[in-house]
């Protein structure tokens, strides 16, 4: 099944303690990007990337990190987490550049810092 | 700054309605625009995507169209069922292509 596929699905942590959400399409999407959904403001863009090696900034990149060694895997990695961090985080892809391709979301992680 | 706003917030009807979802955005140079469903729990799936060049799309019993030069975009619903009871969401193409602006979504409620 198409898909992507991120983990986990709930986490809680505590300020500081690093962690990382995974990030998998099984689609060969070129594009893939991360999106945080806070009520009142909305889905906003993290990171995003073209291909492989290629990484950029979305709207709110602080206190985050990305990487794209693989086509497939696109992981959100946060060094120091903090309470304003806490949020609903989705993964997306689309098979190329986002002006022609509709977009497919993950089903989610919701994380908690404490 | 591209902005999207989507009204109502929240909707509630009974079964059988037909019903408009209303999106605006305030920059008319946009690449394309989709809508988008949210279930509780899960992820967004798209529905319906319009290309700036494009009036309207249709899918079953949904049907969005796109007025770019007034910056608005309608999402239509013909016959509603409690199934379709979940948070839809319009987004545009930023200006660079690389990320989608989104509203805030309008939660509907169809009750049978």
């Known amino acids: 099944e198409a898909q992507v596929t991120q983990n986990p699905r709930y986490l809680i942590t505590v300020t500081g303690k690093k962690l990382t959400v995974t990030c998998s399409q099984n689609m060969n999407h070129e594009y893939m990007s991360w999106y945080r959904q806070d009520p009142g403001l909305g889905l906003r863009q993290i990171y995003y990337?073209?291909?492989?090696?290629?990484?950029d900034k979305g709207d709110v990149p602080e206190g985050y990190k990305v990487s794209r060694k693989e086509k497939r895997n696109f992981p959100l990695i946060l060094e120091s987490p903090s309470p304003n961090q806490t949020s609903l985080y989705f993964c997306?892809?689309?098979?190329?550049?986002?002006?022609?391709?509709?977009?497919?979301f993950g089903s989610g992680t919701q994380l908690s810092v404490l | 700054k591209q902005e999207v706003t989507q009204i109502p917030a929240a909707l509630s009807v009974p079964e059988g309605e037909n019903l408009v979802l209303n999106c605006s955005f305030t920059d008319s140079a946009i690449y394309n625009l989709q809508w988008f469903r949210q279930d509780p729990g899960k992820g967004l799936t798209s529905l319906l995507l319009?290309?700036?060049?494009?009036r309207e799309q249709t899918s079953g019993r949904l049907n969005a169209s796109l007025d770019k030069s007034s910056g608005r975009s309608t999402l239509y619903i013909a016959a509603s069922q409690p199934g379709d009871s979940a948070t839809y969401l319009c987004?545009?193409?930023?200006?660079?292509?690389?990320?989608?602006?989104f509203g805030k979504g309008t939660t509907l409620s169809v009750s049978s």
């Open positions: 319009i290309q700036s060049s494009q």
């Open positions: 997306a892809s689309s098979l190329m550049a986002l002006p022609n391709e509709k977009l497919f």
């Open positions: 990337s073209m291909n492989v090696e290629v990484t």
């Open positions: 987004a545009v193409l930023n200006q660079a292509g690389t990320a989608l602006i």
